[in-house]
Every structure is written in C-alpha cells, then in structure tokens.
C-alpha cells in the first residue's frame, strides 16, 4: 500500500475534492470532513473509481461515486440494451439512489444533500447526451427537461450548490426569456446564493454586451447596462467593454 500526505487549507463546508490518476485516466472523490485538524483515511479502488473507507459520511459518498460510475458506464457502453422508454427511469435512478444511500449509511443532512445536489447535475448533464447516446433525434425525446427534474429553485437554495460547476449554467438556462434588467431581477429575486448568482449574472451581462444592436439606440443601451452593474454591483469593465464597440 503506498501512502501519501497533504496539507490544505480548511473547507467552511466540510467538503473536499481529491483527484488523482491511475493509468492515463482521472479519478474524483469528494470527501467530508466537517471539523478542523487531521484526518485518516484509506483510500481504495473498485474497478477505476476511487472509495474512501472512513466512517458513514464517506461510505456514503463512496457507495454513490461507485453509483455514479457505475451508472456512466451502463450510459456510455450500454445504451444499445436501453430503448428510449426505459431511460427516463434509467435518469431518475440518479435522484432515488442519492436518497437510498443516504437512508442506508444515516449520512449527516448535508452529506444527504449534497448527494442530491450531485444527482440533479448528473441528470441535466446526461439529458443533453441522450439523442447521442440513444441515436435518435432531439426532436424524439420522450419526455423534456422539466419533467425529469425537480424545482431548480427550490434545489439551488442550497449554499452547497456553489461546490458543482454545472450550477450555474442550470440556471442560467432556467431563467425566463426577457430583457436583461428581467432575467437579472428574476435571478436575485429567486436565488440566494451571492456566489452562484454572481456567476449567473455574470453570463446574463456578458451576452448583453456581445448582442447589443450598437447600430441601435447606443445611449439608452449604455444606460441600461449602468443601471444594472450599479444596482448589482458588478463588475465595471462590462461598460468599458461597452463603451469600446
């Protein structure tokens, strides 16, 4: 057995991320460590997907990366034995296993909800992939994005939502059509994590300033983009780039 250190600095949440690699490809475990100061832990291989032995936080994520593996695999390499009925369910899997296993190991409620948080990202991401994967047209999904996820509001209340990169791009494509100043007051009326609507934001000004109409009403464009950086202090270099075009 080899074993190895490391020193990092402390997480306000109790979550970890360890990556690593074992034979050309990568390996991810998130690790839950809520308190300060050392932690043990063996670090095993079921197939090319990493398990911490630990206590039931970390046998519970562990059972789930091992879920999540495992599940992928079926997607990637198996989708020949799945028709396009049988994945709905197939997806949802994702959602009932995160709520069986945290049931099982009796993980602490934000261990529990991460999980489910790592379910609905997996969800949305393996959607887009189904016509691919299944080879039909997008045209012939059974059933849409809505109907296999829950509330993205209500999930992405969460202050453990920040920890998944995918957050942001879910509710940026969540969000209403409209203006700017109303995709912007829906966000901030609907979300409360500062960090996640930051990045959402973010998006929403970035796509403004590349499809202005600068051929169009410069002067009341300008205006309006002022108005939103002031009223949700974002960062001034979208009206330098603005005022540059």
């Known amino acids: 057995d080899s074993v190895f250190t490391a020193n990092v600095k402390c997480s306000?949440?109790?979550?970890?991320?360890?990556?690593?690699?074992?034979?050309?490809?990568?390996?991810?475990?998130?690790?839950?460590?809520?308190?300060?100061?050392?932690?043990?832990?063996?670090?095993?291989?079921?197939?090319?997907?990493?398990?911490?032995?630990?206590?039931?936080?970390?046998?519970?994520?562990?059972?789930y990366n091992l879920f999540t593996y495992q599940q992928g695999r079926k997607f990637w390499m198996g989708t020949e034995?799945?028709?396009?009925?049988?994945?709905?369910?197939?997806?949802?899997?994702?959602?009932?296993?995160?709520?069986?296993?945290?049931?099982?190991?009796?993980?602490?409620?934000?261990?529990?909800?991460?999980?489910?948080?790592?379910?609905?990202?997996?969800?949305?991401k393996l959607y887009s992939s189904v016509p691919r994967a299944l080879k039909i047209k997008a045209d012939d999904m059974p059933f849409t994005l809505d109907e296999l996820l829950e509330d993205t509001k209500e999930m992405f209340k969460s202050p453990l939502a920040v920890l998944f990169?995918?957050?942001g791009y879910i509710i940026l494509e969540s969000l209403p059509k409209g203006t700017m100043e109303e995709r912007l007051s829906y966000l901030y009326d609907n979300y409360n994590q500062e960090v996640v609507c930051?990045?959402?934001?973010?998006?929403?000004?970035?796509?403004?300033?590349?499809?202005?109409?600068?051929?169009?009403?410069?002067?009341?464009?300008?205006?309006?983009?002022?108005?939103?950086?002031?009223?949700?202090?974002?960062?001034?270099?979208?009206?330098?780039?603005?005022?540059k075009r």
């Not at 949440?13 to 475990?29: E, S």
């Not at 049988?86 to 409620?109: G, K, V, W």
């Open 198 to 243: 930051k990045k959402v934001a973010d998006q929403i000004v970035e796509s403004y300033v590349r499809r202005f109409d600068y051929s169009g009403d410069f002067e009341k464009g300008l205006s309006d983009l002022q108005t939103m950086v002031e009223k949700y202090a974002l960062s001034p270099k979208y009206i330098e780039n603005f005022t």
């Open 81 to 124: 034995t799945i028709n396009k009925d049988e994945i709905f369910p197939f997806l949802r899997q994702y959602m009932n296993a995160a709520d069986s296993i945290a049931q099982t190991y009796n993980c602490d409620a934000s261990v529990a909800e991460y999980m489910r948080l790592w379910a609905y990202t997996s969800m949305w």
């Open 165 to 167: 990169p995918e957050t």
């Open 12 to 63: 306000t949440n109790g979550f970890y991320t360890l990556y690593g690699n074992c034979n050309g490809g990568q390996l991810i475990m998130p690790i839950y460590h809520p308190t300060t100061g050392d932690m043990d832990f063996r670090l095993r291989l079921n197939g090319n997907c990493p398990q911490v032995e630990s206590d039931n936080n970390n046998g519970a994520l562990s059972a």
